[in-house]
């Protein structure tokens, strides 16, 4: 409700609440003094001989109604309900969230100082920490990265031993702390031979079946169009700059020649968001010694 930058979506918020509960209350007088005869038919039949009689409402319904009102007025003072009034409790769902995680935090603080206190190496050998460190990936990481951390187009496998930006014990705590920005600049300019000379290169470079022709002329260009400046004269990448390596049949977005030449023409551009913020050291920890465990079961 504090987003709200007109008071007319406040007060409209108001009118509806209060006038549902006046509606209710309304029913309540009508249905009070109404009149009614007891045995007497309203002329309603359905299915022969179901008919509509002309009888008060059970009591117990009745009161069914008021209890519903009182609570509703009741509510409404001590929770915000109406418009921008905060009630009387000042009740908040992000305040008590932050309660809650506070509570669990405090809960569970021995543990994680027990794990800040251990290197990497030493929490992702620790079962108590990976079953920890599993649950967090799982709510956080496995959208993009997958269930079994395998990845998805577009979204690194976590279970191998291939890194873009390292997979040392700092490496990944700095990734997961920071986030990335990855991008492979558009090169369009080139023109499409040379584009398709480059992506046959490429894939000469993985074994994978190529024009050996423009391959040869691919090489060239490889060299003299600026693509070592950031994949090295090998082709075989730079982690300090999240250059893939082109030599090792691992391929983020598919290795055909159309995706390749797509690449080269278009570029590509991915993000891996900061999570120091969100989760805090600890937890981060743990979710990095997992993701490590992850790599070394690879190998």
């Not at 009614?36 to 069914?64: A, C, I, Q, R």
């Not at 994680?112 to 920490?129: C, N, S």
């Not at 031993?161 to 300019?189: C, F, V």
């Not at 290795?255 to 278009?266: K, L, R, V």
């Amino acid at each position: 409700m504090s987003d709200f930058v007109s008071d007319f979506w406040n007060l409209y918020v108001i009118v509806i609440v209060v006038a549902s509960i006046l509606a209710c209350a309304v029913l309540l007088i009508v249905q009070g003094k109404a009149t009614f005869t007891p045995g007497k038919t309203m002329g309603h039949v359905w299915d022969e001989t179901l008919e509509e009689y002309n009888n008060p409402m059970p009591k117990w319904w009745s009161w069914l109604f008021v209890i519903t009102v009182i609570f509703a007025l009741v509510y409404l003072a001590l929770y915000p309900g109406l418009g921008n009034f905060k009630g009387m409790l000042g009740w908040t769902a992000v305040g008590q969230h932050k309660t809650e995680v506070e509570k669990m935090d405090a809960t569970v603080k021995p543990l994680f100082d027990k794990y800040m206190a251990m290197d990497l190496q030493a929490v992702a050998g620790d079962k108590q920490a990976m079953e920890m460190g599993k649950r967090l990936y799982l709510t956080y990481c496995m959208q993009c990265h997958g269930a079994d951390a395998r990845g998805a187009k577009g979204f690194p496998n976590l279970a191998d031993s291939d890194w873009l930006y390292g997979g040392a014990p700092e490496q990944l705590k700095e990734t997961i702390n920071n986030g990335r920005m990855g991008m492979m600049p558009p090169h369009a300019h080139l023109g499409a031979d040379t584009i398709k000379d480059l992506a046959n290169f490429v894939r000469s470079l993985s074994g994978l079946p190529n024009d050996s022709v423009r391959a040869g002329k691919g090489k060239e260009a490889f060299a003299s169009s600026g693509c070592i400046g950031c994949h090295g004269p090998d082709g075989k990448g730079m982690q300090a700059l999240g250059a893939p390596n082109l030599t090792d049949k691992v391929w983020l977005y598919g290795s055909s020649e159309a995706t390749i030449t797509e690449t080269i023409t278009n570029g590509r551009q991915n993000k891996m968001p900061a999570w120091k913020e969100f989760l805090g050291d600890a937890k981060i920890h743990l979710l990095s010694a997992y993701v490590l465990s992850l790599s070394q079961g690879a190998k």
